[in-house]
């Protein structure tokens, strides 16, 4: 009888995997933000570079143990995704001035980091759209919608 | 919205960009100037740029919250224009009406060329500037169409 009392609409995979994408959103949103940062500031003397930090956040949530919720069915909630809430972090990147002025944006590197950031955000829309589009047929019980 | 925000971020730059290009401008029509109102020839000037603190609701409230300026992206802004104390270029030509004693002439102290480079410069961190508020137009515009079809 498990298959009849399944997870709700909108408290399933669904759901987390909405979340996570608008997340994510959210991050490349922030990321493109300091693309622009770096950019204006391109002929700032001193100017050191701003990031997001994706990488660090990954590290610590793979090495975290992601204990489930406890519960006393087996349908509730695992609070599975719950641990990714933490959002992005800007930092400063000091590494190595490569100019004179103590200025470190690279205006190429800044250029392919922002189509590359472009990009995610497109496909990350794409994601988006294809989930609420599921949410659809199973709504209307029907792929026309 | 942080998209509007890095909008914001990158028409500080524009702005900033635009205004070394006029100071290029101004430094170039003045190459030859030997009489200025201060007296003595035309000085150099240069544009001083600082990075500018968060701007709008999200800055506010983390300066409000005690945290320092926020995210740190709100762009650049020139908070000075200033002169070059570099000593005026001596050239020798006794007929001209500003000539000293001695037949030179104190002209002012710009290179024509590091004008050239500084004005390319600012053309590149301006067109830099633009390909960033196209990005996030573009990001912007993809975000609306979340749930279409």
């Given at each position: 009888m498990i298959g009849i009392v399944g997870p709700s609409l909108f408290s399933g995979n669904s759901t987390s995997a909405i979340d996570a994408l608008g997340r994510a959103l959210d991050a490349a949103a922030l990321r493109q933000e300091t693309v622009a940062a770096n950019l204006a500031n391109v002929?700032?003397?001193g100017y050191h570079r701003k990031d997001v930090a994706f990488a660090p956040l990954l590290d610590e949530l793979l090495g975290r143990d992601a204990l489930p919720l406890a519960g006393?069915?087996?349908?509730?909630?695992?609070?599975?995704?719950?641990?990714?809430a933490e959002p992005p972090s800007v930092i400063t990147d000091s590494s190595g001035a490569m100019r004179l002025d103590g200025n470190n944006v690279d205006p190429d590197a800044e250029a392919a980091r922002l189509a590359e950031t472009e990009i995610t955000f497109a496909a990350l829309t794409h994601a988006l759209s294809a989930q609420f589009a599921g949410l659809r047929i199973a709504i209307t019980g029907s792929v026309r919608g | 919205m942080s998209l509007f925000s890095s909008l914001g971020a990158s028409a500080s730059g524009m702005t900033a960009e635009r205004l070394r290009m006029d100071v290029v401008a101004d430094n170039l029509a003045n190459a030859?100037?030997?009489?200025?109102p201060e007296g003595g020839p035309f000085r150099r000037r240069r544009v001083v740029f600082e990075p500018r603190a968060d701007e709008g609701f999200g800055g506010a409230l983390a300066r409000a919250r005690g945290?320092?300026?926020?995210?740190?992206?709100?762009g650049v802004q020139v908070v000075a224009i200033v002169e070059d104390h570099a000593p005026p270029r001596r050239v020798?030509?006794?007929?001209?009406?500003?000539?000293g004693r001695d037949g030179y002439v104190s002209m002012p102290n710009i290179a024509t060329v590091t004008e050239m480079v500084d004005m390319m410069s600012a053309t590149r961190a301006y067109e830099a500037n633009v390909a960033a508020v196209q990005a996030a137009k573009h990001m912007a515009m993809k975000a609306l169409e979340i749930g279409r079809g």
């Open positions: 002929s700032t003397p006393a069915d087996p349908l509730h909630f695992s609070g599975e995704g719950a641990e990714a | 030859n100037t030997t009489r200025t945290a320092d300026g926020g995210t740190g992206l709100g020798y030509d006794p007929g001209h009406p500003d000539a």
